[in-house]
C-alpha cells in the first residue's frame, strides 16, 4: 500500500475482502468492534473478536495526531506495544496494528471513508492469552519506605515524577512498553519476534545503562530543599523467559504478564545495588544472548526468595 504525503491526516486500510478504505481524522476517530454511539464519519468498525468493543481513539490537533489505547489485547504501532491506557504520537507512515488489521498514517486530501456499520457486532471480546518471550525491566528504588517517612510527601513527589518521566521516555525511545509503576518500581518489558532475538534485549540492557546515568544526573542536580534526596539509589533487574500475555479483571490497564521471568526479574531488582553490589543486575539466559555484544561480567549463584535452586547472575556495564 503506498504512503503518499498528503495534507490531511487520514487512516487507510484492508479489510478482511481485500477491499481499501480511507477516512480522515478530523478531531477525533473511534476504532473498535462496536463504537456505539459514534456517528459513521468518527469510526473504523473493525469485526474481530480479538478487538475490543471501543479499542482505541485517535485523535487530531492540527496535524498532529495521537492514538491512545483503551482496549483488552493491546494496540501496536510500528509493531511495539502501546502501554495500556496510554497515548502514542503518529507521524506520517506510522503503521497501527489492531486485531489482523493494519492500518497506515497518511495525509490525505479528500475522504473516501467507507462506512462499515449498520451491521450485527459480536458483543464480547474475546480476552487472547499468548505466550511470548519477553525481556523484564525493573528499575526499583533502594531504601523507599524509610525514605517517605522522612521526607515531605510534596518534595518526594516532585522528584519522583522528573524520575518515572525520564525513565518512562527511555524505555520508549528504546520501543519498550511501561506495563505499569508498582510501588517504588517501574516495570517494563519488550516483546520479542523470536526466541533469542538480540536487538530485543539489547535495547532492553541499553536502556538500564541510559536510566542509570539520567537517574545520577537527576539527583546529583536537585537544589538544596531535596538535599535528602540527593543519595537516592536504584537497582535495575532484567530477566528474560516465556510469559502468558493475558489480564486480569475487567479493566483494559490489567495487563497481565505471568511466568517465572517476570518474579525473577523483581527478585533481581531487589539484589541490585543491595545485597549485590552492582547496580544492574541480569539475569543467565539474558547475559547468554548479550554477551556477544556488551560488556558481561559473573556476579556467581545467588538464592532467589520463593525459587528453588541458584540463579547464575551477572552485571552489564
Known amino acids: 500500500m503506498a504512503l503518499e504525503n498528503h495534507k490531511f491526516p487520514c487512516l487507510e486500510w484492508r479489510d478482511v475482502?481485500?477491499?481499501?478504505?480511507?477516512?480522515?481524522?478530523?478531531?477525533?476517530?473511534y476504532i473498535g468492534r462496536v463504537c456505539q454511539g459514534v456517528p459513521a464519519d468518527k469510526r473504523i468498525i473493525i469485526r474481530d473478536v480479538n478487538v475490543s468493543r471501543d479499542h482505541a481513539i485517535i485523535s487530531c490537533s492540527g496535524n498532529a495526531l495521537t492514538i491512545k489505547d483503551s482496549s483488552r489485547n493491546g494496540t501496536w504501532v510500528n509493531n511495539v506495544r502501546i502501554t495500556s491506557g496510554g497515548e502514542q504520537k503518529l507521524i506520517s507512515g506510522d503503521f497501527v496494528h489492531i486485531g489482523s488489521t493494519k492500518l497506515?498514517?497518511?495525509?490525505?486530501?479528500?475522504?473516501?471513508?467507507?462506512?462499515?456499520?449498520?451491521?450485527?457486532?459480536?458483543?464480547?471480546?474475546?480476552?487472547?492469552?499468548?505466550?511470548?518471550?519477553?525481556?523484564?525491566?525493573?528499575a526499583d528504588i533502594r531504601g523507599f519506605s524509610a525514605l517517605a517517612q522522612q521526607t515531605e510527601s510534596s518534595l518526594l513527589f516532585e522528584v519522583l515524577s522528573q524520575l518515572y518521566e525520564s525513565l518512562t521516555n527511555i524505555i520508549h525511545e528504546n520501543r519498550g512498553t511501561v506495563k505499569d509503576f508498582a510501588g517504588?518500581?517501574?516495570?517494563?518489558?519488550?516483546?520479542?519476534?523470536?526466541?533469542?532475538?538480540?536487538?530485543?534485549?539489547?535495547?532492553?540492557?541499553?536502556?538500564?545503562?541510559?536510566?542509570?546515568?539520567?537517574?545520577?544526573?537527576?539527583?546529583?542536580?536537585?537544589?538544596?530543599?531535596f538535599s535528602k534526596l540527593r543519595h537516592l539509589k536504584l537497582g535495575w533487574g532484567i530477566a528474560t523467559g516465556p510469559v502468558?500475555?493475558?489480564?486480569?479483571?475487567?479493566?483494559?490497564?490489567n495487563l497481565a504478564l505471568v511466568g517465572d521471568s517476570t518474579n525473577l526479574a523483581f527478585?533481581?531488582?531487589?539484589?541490585?545495588?543491595?545485597?549485590?553490589?552492582?547496580?544492574?543486575?541480569?539475569?543467565?539466559k539474558t547475559a547468554k544472548i548479550v554477551e556477544q555484544c556488551m560488556r558481561v561480567t559473573p556476579l556467581g549463584e545467588v538464592d532467589i526468595k520463593g525459587r528453588t535452586g541458584k540463579e547464575t547472575v551477572f552485571s552489564i556495564t
Open 267 to 284: 527478585r533481581l531488582s531487589g539484589l541490585a545495588n543491595k545485597e549485590l553490589s552492582s547496580t544492574i543486575v541480569i539475569c543467565h
Open 184 to 225: 517504588d518500581a517501574i516495570f517494563a518489558f519488550w516483546e520479542h519476534s523470536d526466541k533469542h532475538d538480540l536487538a530485543v534485549v539489547q535495547s532492553a540492557c541499553h536502556a538500564a545503562l541510559l536510566q542509570q546515568q539520567a537517574a545520577i544526573e537527576l539527583f546529583s542536580s536537585l537544589p538544596e530543599k
Open 104 to 138: 497506515y498514517v497518511i495525509f490525505s486530501e479528500q475522504s473516501d471513508h467507507d462506512s462499515t456499520g449498520g451491521i450485527n457486532q459480536v458483543e464480547t471480546t474475546r480476552v487472547l492469552s499468548r505466550q511470548e518471550m519477553v525481556t523484564h525491566l525493573i
Open 244 to 253: 502468558t500475555v493475558s489480564h486480569y479483571g475487567v479493566r483494559s490497564e
Open 17 to 29: 475482502k481485500g477491499c481499501c478504505h480511507r477516512v480522515n481524522v478530523i478531531e477525533r476517530l
